[in-house]
């Protein structure tokens, strides 16, 4: 792992150097020459200070030190080698830092919980609040500026207790985060109270918010079944980010960070405060990243913008309009290795917790050193091979619009794996406060994405890490990459030539080819995700009585979406021959942008309907909720003729003028008779 620093420059810049003075609780008469040394064992609890229940995994450091320790489940701690009087900090998310002396060696702390005012967006995304009886933890702005940088939003929340995040193989906007346990599959990503995980599968791609950090104002984080009433996968818990509210302070920022390895990300905000008689104001922020990654091939090329419109029509009515995004291309890094292989020395100091030394090569192991920044994703290619790819065209692939023959981002290797997408997201947002007892809060949406990932398809030549090919003749067609020693690498140069050579045999992975002129026997593919998802989100809220408040809301959502592998790369061919579809034709030759393996559309609609109620008297709090949800999928397959399936649920539809199809209306799909 590698943890990459980056150093932000604000504009302008002011200088101020204050006089400081030392604060300190000791009189000169309470501690002689032989106290000022004296080194303890300090420990001690830190404490809620409003229920007086330990605090887990709050930091507590020596200042001015590198001593610190963090709380275990009951918020205990312990640190050595204190000198007596020094001052000690105590602080965890969502909760005010508090700072103590070392009078003794026993310290405790009682932390006051921050106090988040809710605004619209708030009420909307159902945040929790003290009176709430369920475990979360709010997040704020400036925690979010302390311990995030320039990294994928999950990486903020590692210091909650129940949660763990991770950088993945290190490209941009591949963190993932887990919850008590349970997957992003499980966990109820909101932003702004509108859900974010994909209507299919539960999954959330971080890419596709890479930058909203600068435009969160606050996140907070349920653990467990939570007081979130929509129908999400929130049985780990849910996660709502609230953006910052466009009522802010007139002004604007400039913000310049760099870092290592060509990190460069540049940041421009604006607020207008408000206007036309306090009933209008608007904020926006924009993002340009760029940077080539500490491990090989995690290049990062992104853009990022955020726009917030609100207007007070009257003391009963406020509308709320935004619109955010992220278009993005990062190369990514997502085979698993031995921990040898990036370090061999760590991996030996690992012996006594069950590292195996015999797996180390040096020991007849399979496993050999290549370095830390290592990615198996990429390898180089020679300059005749670029030379071949210069010739035979560029990649195919398609975001904003179809690009074909386009250059490959890098000239010097090549690499398998690259993300590229980009999700905006536009709601319009009414707040109506019917009367003292009374509001509804409703919101219109729309979230669409075109973009992808790139892989292998076909067959693949590799090294292994002696660096012998199963790239062969008809003679020592052999072997394959893994029969030898570990890390493998693509032969791309050996692909390279076997694709742009005349017709005739070919021999690589212990197989043999009977190759027409040009004829790729592997390439690089696109797997294409198209998707438009339109809701409505509408929470009636009222207060009963002071100690009851009731709920009742709809969630209604409709969303269509296309997934299609495609053909990126022939890496020096001319044609691919494949007949995954049932409307090919034998021997079918297919180019850059032609669709393989899959081609189909799925529809998902969705109606929720949802009422909770909470009761507050006292000491005692309770919650309920009870809710239903209907959801209907529909999936039509444009490689499959109806024909060939005979089953009660099995449709005959025309596919051949659907224009999301590629190439409709010709044998690569978008065909009449479709399943």
Request: no cysteine; glycine share 10%; charged share 20%.
């Amino acid at each position: 792992m590698s943890i990459k620093r980056a150093l932000a420059v604000i504009l302008p810049i002011f200088l101020i150097i204050p006089q400081t003075f030392a604060q300190d609780d000791f009189g000169d008469e309470s501690f002689g020459d032989e106290n000022e040394s004296q080194v303890i064992t300090l420990t001690g609890t830190i404490k809620d200070a409003d229920n007086g229940a330990g605090l887990a995994g709050a930091n507590v450091v020596v200042d001015g030190t590198d001593l610190g320790a963090a709380t275990d489940a009951d918020g205990n701690y312990s640190i050595d080698d204190v000198e007596m009087g020094s001052s000690i900090t105590a602080s965890v998310i969502g909760y005010e830092d508090q700072t103590l002396y070392a009078d003794s060696e026993i310290l405790d702390f009682s932390l006051v919980s921050i106090v988040i005012e809710m605004n619209s967006l708030e009420v909307l995304a159902s945040r929790a609040g003290d009176d709430t009886p369920v475990a979360y933890t709010n997040v704020t702005k400036e925690d979010l500026t302390l311990r995030l940088a320039s990294r994928d939003i999950p990486l903020a929340m590692n210091t909650i207790p129940s949660v763990y995040a991770t950088g993945q193989g290190g490209g941009a906007g591949d963190a993932r985060i887990n919850v008590r346990g349970f997957n992003q599959r499980n966990v109820a990503i909101m932003l702004n109270g509108i859900p974010v995980n994909d209507m299919e599968n539960g999954w959330v791609y971080w890419s596709n918010w890479d930058g909203l950090a600068d435009a969160t104002s606050s996140i907070q984080m349920q653990k467990g079944l939570s007081a979130q009433n929509l129908a999400t996968p929130s049985i780990g818990g849910s996660m709502n980010v609230i953006t910052d509210p466009s009522s802010q302070e007139r002004g604007g920022s400039f913000k310049q960070e760099i870092g290592a390895w060509g990190f460069l990300k540049s940041t421009l905000s604006f607020h207008s405060g408000l206007m036309l008689d306090d009933k209008l104001a608007m904020s926006g922020t924009i993002v340009r990243k760029t940077g080539e990654g500490y491990v090989q091939g995690t290049w990062t090329d992104a853009y990022a913008y955020f726009f917030d419109l609100t207007y007070n029509l009257n003391e009963s009515h406020r509308f709320q309009f935004y619109a955010l995004g992220a278009p993005q291309r990062h190369g990514q890094n997502l085979y698993k290795q031995n921990i040898a292989v990036y370090d061999k020395s760590f991996a030996s100091d690992l012996d006594g917790v069950g590292y195996e030394a015999d797996a180390l090569e040096e020991n007849g192991g399979e496993f050999m050193e290549v370095g830390r920044d290592f990615n198996q994703n990429v390898a180089d290619i020679s300059e005749a091979s670029q030379a071949i790819l210069d010739a035979a065209g560029g990649q195919h692939w398609q975001m904003y619009t179809i690009q074909d023959g386009v250059e490959r981002h890098e000239t010097d290797n090549l690499s398998e794996r690259e993300n590229f997408f980009h999700k905006p997201q536009v709601a319009l947002n009414h707040y109506w406060t019917i009367n003292d007892n009374m509001s509804l809060s409703s919101s219109a949406y729309w979230s669409g994405g075109m973009g992808g990932g790139t892989g292998t398809y076909g067959t693949i030549t590799s090294f292994d890490a002696n660096g012998v090919s199963d790239a062969g003749t008809a003679e020592s067609n052999s072997y394959k990459f893994y029969y030898g020693p570990s890390p493998w690498t693509r032969d791309w140069d050996a692909l390279i030539a076997i694709n742009s050579a005349p017709a005739g045999m070919a021999y690589a992975y212990k197989r043999t080819f009977d190759r027409g002129n040009k004829e790729s026997i592997g390439i690089l593919r696109n797997s294409n995700n198209r998707q438009s998802t339109i809701g409505l989100l509408s929470k009636l809220n009222y207060d009963v009585n002071d100690n009851i408040k009731a709920q009742l809301g709809v969630d209604w959502r409709t969303a269509d979406i296309y997934h299609v592998k495609t053909i990126r790369d022939l890496l020096g061919g001319e044609y691919f021959v494949n007949t995954d579809s049932d409307f090919d034709s034998d021997g079918q030759q297919k180019g850059l942008g032609d669709p393989i393996d899959y081609n189909f559309t799925n529809t998902v609609d969705w109606l929720g309907l949802f009422g909770q109620a909470q009761y507050n008297t006292g000491a005692l709090s309770a919650y309920g909720m009870a809710g239903m949800t209907t959801v209907k999928y529909t999936h039509w397959n444009h490689f499959k003729s109806a024909a060939n399936y005979d089953y009660s649920y099995v449709q005959e539809k025309d596919g051949s003028s659907a224009d999301w199809v590629e190439g409709p209306g010709d044998d690569m799909g978008g065909n009449p008779g479709e399943l």
